[in-house]
T-cell receptor, first 112, second 113 residues
Framework: EDKVVQSPLSLVVHEGDTVTLNCSYE??????LLWYKQEKKAPTFLFML????IEKKSGRLSSILDKKELSSILNITATQTGDSAIYLC????????????FGQGTTLQVKP | DGGITQSPKYLFRKEGQNVTLSCEQN?????MYWYRQDPGQGLRLIYY???????QKGDIAEGYSVSREKKESFPLTVTSAQKNPTAFYLC????????????FGPGTRLTVL
């Protein structure tokens, strides 16, 4: 079964802390790995990582794809209360179906 | 403004009723998707459509139906055959084949009374 597994499932930190969220996937038909942030309703796109683009950075957020370990991490430095959200990881498979397979999500709470 | 809209925001259904959730996009995307989100389970794919007048079942299609008569619209019907329909439903779209990034609507929360 094609699966994406995220860890931890939930995390509570204080403002200013650095957090690392993990995502592991199966190699079958891998094409890209995507990260989304979901605050209340619509997940918003953060990063897409592929075999040819294994590291992305935007402000305090960065993500790396480890092809050997079949995993990805999302780092958030100097966390703020506005970073509180569910972070979703999804894998896109080859075969042009367009389907994404999502992990369970990591719920991050940043306390003042 | 381009984007994806879903309506209604909240929906209450009595057992035995069919209900239809609306999803519209003006992004000129070819592909559209329906997901269900339950606590602790992430997003699960219900149905998807890569072009007009064509759609495929996702991982949990039982008890649901869709249509894709127009490029910008992809309504989802939750039928009485769906045994546990209370959930948060998200619609998404993408440019189509070869484009992995999907963009999401604000969702509809369905509650069965």
């Amino acid at each position: 079964e094609d699966k994406v597994v995220q860890s931890p499932l939930s995390l509570v930190v204080h403002e200013g802390d650095t957090v690392t969220l993990n995502c592991s996937y199966e190699v079958t038909n891998f094409r890209s790995l995507l990260w989304y942030k979901q605050e209340k309703k619509a997940p918003t796109f953060l990063f897409m990582l592929t075999s040819s683009g294994i590291e992305k950075k935007s402000g305090r957020l960065s993500s790396i794809l480890d092809k050997k370990e079949l995993s990805s991490i999302l780092n958030i430095t100097a966390t703020q209360t506005g970073d509180s959200a569910i972070y979703l990881c999804a894998k896109a498979g080859s075969g042009n179906t367009g389907k994404l397979i999502f992990g369970q999500g990591t719920t991050l709470q940043v306390k003042p | 403004d381009g984007g994806i809209t879903q309506s209604p925001k909240y929906l209450f259904r009595k057992e035995g009723q069919n209900v239809t959730l609306s999803c519209e996009q003006n992004l000129n995307h070819d592909a559209m998707y329906w997901y269900r989100q339950d606590p602790g389970q992430g997003l699960r794919l219900i149905y998807y459509s890569q072009i007009v007048n064509d759609f495929q079942k996702g991982d949990i299609a039982e008890g649901y139906s869709v249509s894709r008569e127009k490029k910008e619209s992809f309504p989802l019907t939750v039928t009485s055959a769906q045994k546990n329909p209370t959930a948060f439903y998200l619609c998404a779209s993408s440019y189509g084949i070869g484009f992995d990034t999907q963009y999401f609507g604000p969702g509809t929360r369905l509650t069965v009374l």
